[in-house]
């Protein structure tokens, strides 16, 4: 083994790039990183091969003034950290590293002048050369370009993928630009423009980065406070989701980044109110004091600590929870239902003499507003979807998903019926050891069941509207769901079932108890309920205007 020694400073500096400089992502970063801290309204990115050969950020900030130039480049040389506040970080760098990790795997120049001064300054580094200063005339801004990352890192370069890291940093532009609407960013790649925005009020940056199909089904939320913290957003309705959640946005005091808590509770909402492995489109903007957060974490500065999150974690899951469960879907505008003729099995149908009408009562009942509009009940197709009229058009509700919601809300309430004396059960091998395996989450939908082995067990209570028989194929059903809660294992085994002919009064009776409900537009499951047919869409489907 070598003696130990102290690395010399070209050495560590390498070093503290392996974490804070891992990839052309981690540049543009940075770079971004500082021009926003440096007032700039108006940000140019240029890339070649993704980043690799060159990454060039301009902006028009305040700039840099020629005495603090003397210190670019010297590790946790900073004007962002005033004393020992770093505990109340308000900028978005802080460690005074970027630039000297940077410089230990690229050849670099700055160039820069603040307004106040008649000349800028120049400051290059290239390969092992000591970092050059000189004085230059140019406006009021900096301009950084960081050449051939990586050429003295072999293994690193080799591995490269240009048209990967190209795709990163154009999904993070266009991240920053809807967390930062008030600054223009313009986004190239070997002369190609691949991403601008001006700056602009919110609404035309989700429009800028999403597109106006999006941007139009957005659900705006907030503000709210909890305590001294403020958060606002959108968020894309149950009919609008992707495979993946990279447009999933958190920005706390501006810094994109996560909160764990936050990410848990945002977990538990998708899992309610979407399909399973589907995002949404999302921005959550947080404001906090500085004091409140702690963004010292990782070099990475992408994982933020928050004092008092599990109150804000709790707030923002249960104003999502309301915004979606009150959401319709809607078929997407490109969507069109026109029947043509060649659709049709004949040509010569004629016209019969009679009226139309429904079936007796449909069409007279009306179930008033809860957490859905007033209701109009109109009939019921292929014996599946109940058709309803509202003040906005029409919908088609799965009636067994909406008997899905309505018990799962109940079990979710956790009302039960005790027995007295308890009711003795015999059950399988299979069945036992289905219920030990899922004991607790029996215990938590109300069915509370003593086992004594080998084959039998004591049913103490079960919840209101269940019967001590329903258990076994609650528990096989929920076998086949195992990925799926509990609860909406149960609520799927015990709803009404598709092409389930129901009487006027059925209808009405679960309508309305769907009308109570806190979501009664998605099923536990994250299936939609009801299907909305407003009247802009009918209109623009038959042309009427």
């Excluded at 702690?294 to 599990?310: C, L, Q, T, Y």
């Excluded at 507003?369 to 309803?388: E, F, M, N, W, Y």
């Excluded at 009064?505 to 998605?522: I, K, S, Y």
């Amino acid at each position: 083994m070598a003696p130990i020694r102290v690395l010399p400073p070209t050495v560590a500096a390498r070093i503290a790039a392996g974490e804070v400089i891992t990839r052309p992502l981690s540049v543009v970063r940075e770079l971004v990183d500082n021009a926003l801290d440096a007032g700039a309204r108006h940000i140019d990115i240029e890339l070649s091969q993704g980043g690799y050969d060159l990454i060039a950020v301009h902006d028009d900030g305040g700039g840099i003034c020629s005495a603090d130039c003397q210190l670019l480049g010297i590790r946790h040389a900073t004007s962002k950290l005033p004393l020992d506040a770093v505990l109340e970080i308000s900028t978005l760098g802080f460690r005074g590293e970027a630039l000297a990790s940077i410089f230990a795997v690229a050849d670099v120049e700055i160039r820069t002048r603040v307004s106040d001064e008649a000349l800028g300054t120049r400051v290059t580094r290239e390969a092992e050369m000591p970092i050059q200063r000189a004085p230059i005339a140019r406006r009021t801004g900096t301009s950084v370009e960081v050449k051939r990352l990586f050429r003295r890192m072999p293994v690193r370069r080799n591995s490269a993928d240009p048209a990967s890291e190209q795709r990163l940093i154009l999904r993070w532009v266009t991240t920053c630009a809807l967390v930062n609407p008030a600054v223009g960013f313009t986004l190239r790649n070997d002369d190609r423009v691949l991403f601008s925005s001006r700056p602009a009020a919110f609404q035309e940056a989700l429009e800028n980065a999403w597109g106006a199909s999006v941007a139009q089904r957005l659900l705006p939320f907030g503000p709210l406070l909890c305590g001294d913290v403020q958060f606002d957003g959108v968020i894309s309705g149950p009919s609008t989701h992707r495979s993946r959640r990279d447009q999933v946005v958190v920005s706390v005091n501006g810094r994109m980044c996560s909160v764990p808590e936050l990410s848990q509770a945002l977990e538990r909402v998708w899992r309610e109110h979407l399909p399973r492995g589907r995002y949404p489109y999302l921005v959550l903007r947080i404001c906090a004091p500085p004091a409140a957060i702690d963004v010292n974490i990782h070099p990475s500065k992408d994982v933020v600590a928050m004092s008092a999150v599990s109150g804000l974690a709790a707030l923002v899951e249960r104003e999502l929870h309301a915004v979606l469960g009150r959401a319709l879907y809607q078929p997407a505008d490109t969507v069109r239902l026109v029947l043509r003729d060649s659709s049709l099995d004949g040509h010569s149908a004629s016209e019969a003499t009679a009226g139309y009408e429904t079936g007796t009562g449909w069409g007279q009942r009306i179930v008033e507003a809860g957490s859905l509009p007033r209701l109009r009940i109109v009939g019921q197709v292929d014996d599946t979807l109940i058709v309803c009229e509202t003040a906005n058009g029409a919908l088609l509700i799965d009636q067994h998903r909406a008997h899905e919601r309505v018990i799962f809300e109940r079990l979710r309430d956790r009302s039960q019926q005790r027995f007295a004396p308890p009711i003795p059960l015999h059950l399988s091998g299979h069945a036992l050891r289905l219920v030990e395996e899922r004991n607790d989450e029996l215990n938590d939908a109300g069915w509370i069941i003593e086992l004594c082995p080998p084959h039998s067990a004591i049913l103490h209570a079960c919840p209101v509207g269940f019967e001590p028989g329903d258990l076994i194929g609650i528990l096989e059903h929920a076998g086949t769901e195992s990925n799926a809660p509990f609860l909406a294992a149960v609520a799927c085994h015990n709803a009404i079932r598709k092409r389930q002919p129901l009487t006027v009064d059925a209808a009405e009776a679960l309508l309305a108890a769907l009308t109570l409900t806190t979501n009664p537009t998605t099923c536990p499951h994250g299936q939609p309920i009801i299907l909305q047919l407003d009247h802009r869409f009918l209109e623009r489907q038959f042309v009427w205007r």
